[in-house]
T-cell receptor, first 110, second 115 residues
Framework: QQPVQSPQAVILREGEDAVINCSSS?????VHWYRQKHGEAPVFLMI?????EQKGHEKISASFNEKKQQSSLYLTASQLSYSGTYFC???????????FGTGTRLTVIP | EAQVTQNPRYLITVTGKKLTVTCSQN?????MSWYRQDPGLGLRQIYY???????DKGDVPEGYKVSRKEKRNFPLILESPSPNQTSLYFC??????????????FGAGTRLSVL
């Protein structure tokens, strides 16, 4: 039930953009995005509920296509602080029981 | 301050010696869960609990036990640890069913080494 994330890793220069994708084979109630810095706990970024909405958080936004069971995380004008591993978590029922992808390691260099 | 507290943060033990990792949350959350994190495998769910006395298996429950006798506590028990349970463990909690902004809060993690 683990969603599939792509790419596995990406390296960006400051100011560049990136897209991280998350795909599930199951119908989804919501998709959650988290960022984890090395050695720390995952930190919540945003939730997208079914309905195809797009949400934003400063220069980080995301979309959710419930027909395709896919979500994408958009990072624009990347900053050094964006470095970390990004995880999507999928909720199939609304009970907030999440299944996480294997993560995308994002590295932003000067 | 809203938080999920795990103890211990680091643990080195030997094969077969029973251990418990504690998890406590102060947000009155119904839902709690345990994950293990291994390189390249992401966060895999071990067990979860929808409320007191309600627990269920996640994707990788073998070798683990849990209990939920009180709402705030959700300990993870390894009855007979083995080296393949060496991992980074996270506890998480969140509010109940279908609340719009249902954020999972994570503990700081427990790094376990089984020799």
């Amino acid at each position: 039930q683990q969603p599939v994330q792509s790419p596995q890793a990406v390296i960006l220069r400051e100011g560049e953009d990136a897209v991280i994708n998350c795909s599930s084979s199951k119908a989804l109630y919501s998709v959650h995005w988290y960022r984890q810095k090395h050695g720390e706990a995952p930190v919540f970024l945003m939730i997208l509920l079914k309905g195809g909405e797009q949400k934003g958080h400063e220069k980080i936004s995301a979309s959710f296509n419930e027909k395709k069971q896919q979500s994408s995380l958009y990072l624009t004008a990347s900053q050094l602080s964006y470095s970390g591993t990004y995880f999507c978590g999928t909720d199939q029922t609304g009970a907030n029981n999440l299944f996480f992808g294997t993560g995308t390691r994002l590295t932003v260099i000067p | 301050e809203a938080q999920v507290t795990q103890n211990p943060r680091y643990l080195i033990t030997v094969t077969g010696k029973k251990l418990t990792v504690t998890c406590s949350q102060n947000m009155n959350h119904e839902y709690m869960s345990w994950y293990r994190q291994d390189p390249g495998l992401g966060l895999r769910q071990i067990y979860y609990s929808m409320n007191v006395e309600v627990t269920d298996k996640g994707d990788v429950p073998e070798g683990y036990k849990v209990s939920r006798k009180e709402k705030r506590n959700f300990p993870l028990i390894l009855e007979s640890p083995s080296p393949n349970q060496t991992s980074l463990y996270f506890c998480a909690s969140s509010s109940g069913y279908r609340i719009t902004k249902n954020i999972q809060y994570f503990g700081a993690g427990t790094r376990l080494s089984v020799l």
